[in-house]
């Protein structure tokens, strides 16, 4: 079993192998058009950029980046967030994707959704920490994920959901807080 390549070149293998579009897998030209239109992709290459030098040590460029890439994208992504490859920001406004979030391969994410801490206050009694997305996860528009959960693979989050505790691979959940609605089990 081969593992899967991270970064800017998992994406491009992604991007060139059947699951690369809604379509399928995009020729030179739609790649082209591809890179430089859509903000959501975008978004990923900058990202991609400044996390390489977060991980080698640098703090302030990538933090600048990471400026530079929202002013541009509408997208908040932390050079200190680990998103897998194949990942797709439909529309980038308003996605933030916090430090210390981890994202699987294969991912969409709609406008608005936010992936974060819970942050610490009085309020928040809960564990500390951040969410944890497996692959093929859909996060719908206005999606909202705080703090240490877990969203198995292949589940599928409704538009506006606040999700608070951990939901199971292969599930359909929305509502605030959400709920499953319909499981692998029930299929």
Not at 89 to 94: L, N, Q
Not at 145 to 165: C, Q, Y
Request: glycine share 14%; proline share 5%.
């Amino acid at each position: 079993m081969q593992l899967e390549q991270r970064g800017l070149l998992g994406d491009i293998r992604i991007l060139f192998s059947d699951a690369g579009t809604l379509r399928g897998k995009a020729d030179l030209r739609q790649a082209l058009r591809i890179l430089l239109v859509k903000p959501g992709v975008q978004a990923l290459i900058l990202y991609r950029l400044y996390r390489a030098f977060y991980l080698r040590g640098m703090r302030l460029l990538p933090e600048v980046m990471a400026r530079v890439n929202y002013f541009l994208t509408g997208a908040e992504i932390d050079p200190g967030a680990d998103i897998g490859p194949g990942c797709h920001i439909w529309h980038a406004a308003g996605v933030t994707i916090g430090r210390g979030v981890s994202l699987g391969a294969n991912c969409w994410l709609l406008h608005n959704v936010t992936l974060g801490g819970r942050g610490a206050s009085p309020f928040n009694l809960g564990e500390e920490g951040f969410p944890r997305i497996g692959d093929n996860v859909i996060l719908y528009t206005g999606v909202t994920v705080l703090g240490n959960v877990e969203i198995g693979s292949n589940t599928v989050v409704g538009a506006h959901s606040l999700v608070l505790d951990s939901l199971p691979p292969g599930c359909l959940a929305y509502g605030a807080p959400a709920r499953v609605i319909k499981s692998a089990a029930d299929a």
